[in-house]
């Protein structure tokens, strides 16, 4: 797994964590919310890898976390993506014009 990746768990985890004690719920109240183990919660609220993309997607919306997803999967924000392909796209020919009078 890439270094950032394993960083970027790790801040998920103290997120999750920090979002669920602000609601003064204990892992066993999120995990009832979340209709799944408290193992899961916990490895989440850790960072470990494992842990179903669905799952942490569930928690998120169980913090009202779920807009700031939403900018992640936006395909309009993928600047790098979008800068690649219109790289990739060909030139356009312009002055051509065809003689339409047959």
Not at 19 to 32: I, K, L, P, S
């Given at each position: 797994m890439f270094q950032e990746t394993e960083l970027n768990l790790k801040k998920l985890g103290d997120f999750l964590r920090l979002?669920?004690?602000?609601?003064?719920?204990?892992?066993?109240?999120?995990?009832?919310r979340l209709?799944?183990?408290?193992?899961?919660v916990k490895r989440a609220e850790k960072?470990?890898?494992g842990v179903s993309i669905g799952c942490i997607l569930n928690?998120?919306?169980l913090y009202q976390r779920m807009?700031?997803?939403?900018?992640?999967?936006?395909?309009?924000?993928?600047e790098v993506g979008i800068s690649q392909?219109?790289?990739?796209?060909?030139?356009r020919e312009t002055g051509r014009r065809y003689d339409t009078d047959f």
């Open positions: 979002a669920r004690r602000r609601r003064g719920w204990r892992q066993e109240d999120a995990a009832e209709s799944v183990g408290i193992d899961t960072g470990q890898k928690m998120l919306s807009t700031a997803f939403q900018d992640v999967i936006d395909p309009s924000k993928d392909q219109a790289e990739r796209l060909p030139a």
